[in-house]
């Protein structure tokens, strides 16, 4: 018997080194990476059975252990920018509940007669707001519970969060989510969709990803809004959690209307069952309920665990999931050349839509869930928009040989039958044949003629087909070439039509560099990147002889991107199709104030920003070293000229420049240097 159970003590103690090991994967995919790859539900099972596993085994203890830390988000880079700053109170999470027999045994623990605020439970990214003397001064993120990181400039867009306030005490923090609203995660998705870059899963990682991108301006044009939900500081008004709101709310803070005192359990049972349906009508997501002791001084009497409150709990909403037929495994060919495949379905009726087809992301999801026609499988709306399979239904496996476990991913191309290649480091099959696959031509002109890029009216979807199947439109180019007469005798068209595409045509003309360069389509080079690319090299005559080096110098320009514009540039086609651009007239570089050199005080140095200034922005501080010849750089190196150092910068970089001898050169020194 000893060694049976000494056998079952060995196995567990395998299982408590798994569990970590996986949930501080899922920890990193989540909360750095924004790429889950639990659910909720999973991850808290997987925790609480690691939490059981440890008490089973008290020699296992290790204060490293997920169990005895809150998930974080610090950035790992030391040259992402960011102050890392430690927190005045710890900023825990919540531990989490799936049923009301769990609320009603937390309710059991609590004083008799405790009041209960019922909050909704925002799925967003937490922050930290601090306030001296009425101004904003910091916002900090969770990071690891004890610091985390200073985001006061991306704060700062969000329009409902007050930057100066009058009448409140001298020093508080306000504590609440940062969240990116349905409409505009959707346009954000839809954007991202048609540049074939990967889509935020959700709204939470949409806001996480934007709330740590270094350019302000970005964070601003992406929409995030906030809503704040606790108060912490010394000698505040009011006794109660729920009056401290109410205050916040009278002083200009964004406070929910959704916040309710109850008195018993059938009263948040209430509140719980109104809110599962009446959230799905709000305009940012919510993922439960989380129930809060109303006196603050039972607040404080109750006290906290490792990890969490125990004067609050969080209930999680239930997935709304399907269980469905998978009928068909079809392929796309997108814009790019990459292949998606695609699960056609059963029709199901999932959050108030009928959905028939799911997106199956690449060959590795296929295999990771083991999926073949016929399967029956488990359908979620991602953040309840984007329909997801996340999971297959048990089947009676067969050694048929002539049954495949996974179906075969096409090795050719579905649409012109080119063999595919895979890119080394990629998930995806890409279709090479940019020249002669339709779907990447017919993509490659919507992009070209699309609002953000070069604004054609009257070229659509439809028209487009047209044109390419009646030998008029085969690249980008040929739109310059076409006549009003080949326009007018296609069907469904006419003069009038003809007239408006080709009055479209000649006003692109006069779009400026920096939309012409992103509406080439160039892989992974979106709206965004185009513009910084167009400040730094002012026509696509300095860009064709761009080095590898000068590109990854750009903000948000890493090694792919300059990869793919180099091979964009040396493609003869490519070359050719620029050629005929210009020659029809369309800016081939920046014009009146696009871009403007202003010296060449800074020619050949490289130099790192770090800190907060006072006269200029720290994007505008990189616009002045581009416009007058330097580059910037995120990191410390031996090629680093000099940093411009502003205050509190970071430490990290600090020890960096002292262990190189790079010097430190002041913001009054810097304005000196150009102004001299």
Known sequence: MMDLFSDIDALEREEIISLRKELEEANYKYYVQNMPTLSDREFDEKMRRLQDLEKAHPEMADKNSPTQHVGSDLSKRADKGFEQVTHQYPMLSLANSYSLEEIQDWLRKLPEHVEIVCELKFDGLSISLWYENGKLTKAVTRGDGQKGDNVIDNIRTIANIPQVLENVPAHFEMRGEVLLPWANFERLNKEREEQEEPLFANPRNAASGTLKLLDPQEVKRRGLTCYLYYMLGENLPAETHYERLQTAKQWGFPISDAIKVCHSLDEVNEYIRYWDTERKNLPVATDGIVLKVNNLAQQQELGFTAKTPRWAIAYKFPAERQLTKLKQITYQVGRTGVITPVANLEPIQLSGTVVQRATLHNEDFIRQLNLREGDMVWVEKGGEIIPKIVGRADREETSDPRIPRTPSFPSCCPECGTPLVRVEGEAAWRCPNESGCKPQLVGKIEHFVSRKAMNIDGLGEETIELLYDNDLLHNIADIYDLRKEDIARMERLGDKSADNILAGIEASKNVPWSRVLFALGIRMVGETTAKKIAKRFPSIDALQTATKEELIAIDDVGDQIADNIIAYFADIKNQEIV??????????????????????????????????????????????????????????????????????????????????????????????????
């Open 579 to 676: 050629s005929r651009l210009r020659q029809a007239g369309l800016q081939m570089e920046a014009e009146g104030g696009e871009w403007k050199a202003e010296s060449d005080k800074l020619a050949g140095q490289t130099i790192v920003i770090s800190g907060t200034f006072n006269q200029h922005s720290r994007d505008e501080y990189k616009d002045i070293i581009e416009a007058n010849g330097g580059k910037n750089s995120g990191s410390v190196s031996k090629k680093t000229s000099f940093i411009l150092a502003g205050e509190n910068m970071g430490p990290e970089k600090r020890k960096k420049a002292e262990s190189l001898g790079v010097p430190l050169v002041s913001e009054e020194e810097f304005l000196d240097m150009l102004n001299d």
